[in-house]
């Protein structure tokens, strides 16, 4: 492309949305539209994995040491224990605090601890992990240090939570790229359509003697245009339409198990896909559209 014709090419492609106004509406409400349903699947896979990443906290392997070893000799293993590559870390709990947090939780049965100490009782860790989906194999690495006698892992809840965040992770993937290609594949029909009123145009061009890309470049220029201005506008709506459903969570008694994470802190990543899918879908379009018309 001559830096010459840049101008020209950037006038004709705005002279070209205001000639089809209405197919240039129908184009940017298009891409609006894919932009805003590829953007609500993506946060709700974000936020579901938010969900799930704050149970896995709650989610606590219980490694029980052996009754033989004395509190610092089961304090020592604490190092052993946060060793494991999949442990964050390890809390150590004695009996004498495990037998007090019983005792608070059954407050309104204290016929339950007549007669017994915290002697019974072993001491223990709460294991905290990085990855829920190894609870399997931190468990067993546990298992095999010397001086932990038992480790309790609620595994199927583990595995419950994993297969939920593939399930929501693949079937948001899934619908994105089904959406990008839909999006596509109007985005180009559209514009087509508002080409077909310049077939002659274009067929004159081409009749005396104007290159392929000197006719294609004013179409390129108003596709962009439109992909910009409907990924801006998408944007603007998504972040709008976000607010207002997260605040209606947070205020909602019954979904209060439900946290929204603030869309701040997914601004920016959505900001750059937004622009990128508008980009392309708008340059796409607009070069699938004019190429059947530049075969003269």
């Known amino acids: 492309m001559k830096r010459n014709n840049t101008g020209y090419y950037i006038k004709e492609g705005i002279n070209g949305i205001f000639a089809h106004g209405f197919m240039s509406f129908a184009s940017v409400c298009i891409i609006v539209a894919c932009l805003i349903i590829m953007g609500s699947f993506g946060l709700l896979a974000v936020n579901v994995n938010a969900i799930i990443k704050s149970f896995e906290k709650d989610n606590v392997v219980l490694a029980f040491v052996d009754e033989n070893l ?4 089961a304090r020592a293993l604490e190092s052993q224990v946060e060793s494991i590559p999949n442990v964050e ?24 601890f007549e007669g017994i ?37 609620n595994l199927t809840i583990a595995k419950g939570f994993v297969t939920v965040r593939n399930i929501v992770s693949g079937v948001s993937f899934v619908l994105v790229a089904i959406l990008l290609i839909i999006s596509l594949f109007i985005m180009s029909n559209t514009i087509k359509l508002a080409t077909f009123d310049r077939r002659e145009e ?10 392929n890309s000197f006719i294609r470049w004013p179409f390129i220029f108003q596709g962009f245009i439109l992909g910009i201005i409907g990924a801006l506008t998408a944007y603007i ?12 969570i947070l205020k909602s008694y019954t979904l209060s198990f439900i946290t929204a994470i603030p869309f701040s802190m997914v601004a920016i990543p959505m900001f750059v896909v937004f622009v990128a899918i508008g980009f392309g879908v708008g340059i796409g379009g607009s070069a699938m559209a004019i190429k059947n018309y530049l075969k003269v």
């Open 237 to 248: 709506a998504q972040w709008i339409i976000y607010t207002l459903v997260s605040d209606l």
């Open 70 to 73: 004395t509190e610092q000799e």
């Open 89 to 112: 870390y390890a809390t150590f709990i004695s009996r004498d605090e495990a037998m007090e947090a019983f005792k608070n939780k059954f407050h309104n049965k204290p016929s339950l």
């Open 117 to 153: 100490d915290s002697s019974v009782l072993r001491h223990r860790y709460a294991v905290y992990m990085r990855d829920i989906s190894l609870t399997e194999q931190t468990r067993n690495d546990i298992a095999q240090i010397e001086g932990i006698a038992q480790v309790n892992a």
């Open 202 to 211: 274009v067929a004159i061009m081409k009749m005396v003697g104007a290159t």
